[in-house]
């Protein structure tokens, strides 16, 4: 999984900290552009998956547009070389600085939440003296069978507007002279491997697309958000999630119209098995149970498994010994600072350095300084 030919660079850098593997990542990217590619598909990297520059300078000379739900994010998209055209804007609570921002850059499309969001973009660019193109994200109530966390399609879940105010978002849409409907934007959840699920959302779109013409309003694009999950069980035996059944499923069910454009927004899937946490053991200390390995990494550099109980795959880098039960856990100062509970691992020792797998995604963006600990670095194959 990890090259041993980089292991001497990789124990030269100060613990811990972010390995993106390149390589794997161009190989990743290759499979989205040509998968996608067989049906004229648009791929927004999501960007809040991961924000390295080099990670980002990858998504820029692949093509790829961008999926922002910052102000940040849109002027980070613009000053990296994403072309604003290709830029999405998405977020329950944009902020008036934050639209500013990104009627600025000229974006391709704020995709609205809530109808107070729609009059806001209205009001503020009519003062710009623009028009923006917007695309309503409707909350299509699939279930994505995922951690309820990471879901966001379900109609008791924040995100979207319901299909019980389409006839208010219709009537305002007509009215308010400083937008322009383009389109209609979804995103169900995050890490589905289920392909029915997909199914479901396509054919819902289909439906609610069907209202939008029957009301004569033409759509020039339909969003379908991310979602794509990967094998965090075994990143090792599928490195590269499956695009070819991913773009397939979409292809199969949903219905365009003649010249409808169809965007994806992917992040977990372009980045998270190219990524990962580099830490060093500090102490092994015998537990009641179990002994713990206590790692200079924890909770503030990937704070997934914390968060949500999720399971990340270990490595130890540095150890062929005979394999011991461990719990492997963090620094920080809270119980939940735990990696993983009861794993057999290679016998370890204060030194050993262990690699935690598929972090690329929701790793280093989601870190923290907690504890006044220092901000994670990430380093690609060629920064090492
Ligand atoms: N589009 C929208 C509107 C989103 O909210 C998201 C993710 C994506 C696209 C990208 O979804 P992806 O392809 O990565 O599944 N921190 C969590 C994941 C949160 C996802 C938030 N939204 C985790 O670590 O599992």
Known sequence: ???????????????????YDTSLLRRTIESIK?????????????????????????MVSSGFGADCVSGNEVQYASEMGIPSERIAFAGVGKTDEEILTALRVGIFSFNCESIPEIEVINELAAKEGVVAPIAIRINPDVDPKTHE????????????????????????????????????????????????????????INKISAWFKDNDFQLQHINVGGGLGINYDSPASEPIADFAAYFKAFHEYIQLEEGQELHFELGR???????????????????????????????TEL???????????????TSELEEEKYDVVGPVCESSDVFAKGVMLPKSQRGDIIAIH??????????SSYNMRDLVLGYTTEEL
């Open 358 to 367: 598929s972090s690329g995604a929701y790793g280093q963006t989601m870190a």
């Open 1 to 19: 999984m990890i090259d041993r030919n980089i292991l001497s660079k990789l124990s030269n850098k100060k613990t811990p900290f972010y390995y």
């Open 149 to 204: 966390y990471i879901t966001t399609g379900l109609k008791d879940n924040k995100f979207g507007i319901n299909h019980w105010d389409f006839d208010v978002v219709a009537s305002k849409l007509k009215k308010l002279k400083n937008i322009r409907l383009t389109g209609i934007h979804f995103h169900v959840g995050s890490q589905i491997t289920d392909m029915s699920v997909f199914e479901q959302l396509s054919l819902k």
């Open 269 to 299: 899937s372009v980045v998270a098995q190219c990524g990962h946490l580099i830490s060093k053991v500090l102490y092994v200390k015998q537990g009641l149970e179990t002994q713990f390995m206590i790692l200079d990494a924890g909770m």
């Open 303 to 317: 704070i997934r498994p914390a968060l949500y109980g999720a399971h990340h795959d270990i490595s130890v880098l």
């Open 34 to 58: 040509k998968e996608s590619g067989k049906y004229g598909y648009h791929v927004h990297y999501a960007l809040k998956a991961n924000t390295h520059d080099a990670v980002v300078k990858e």
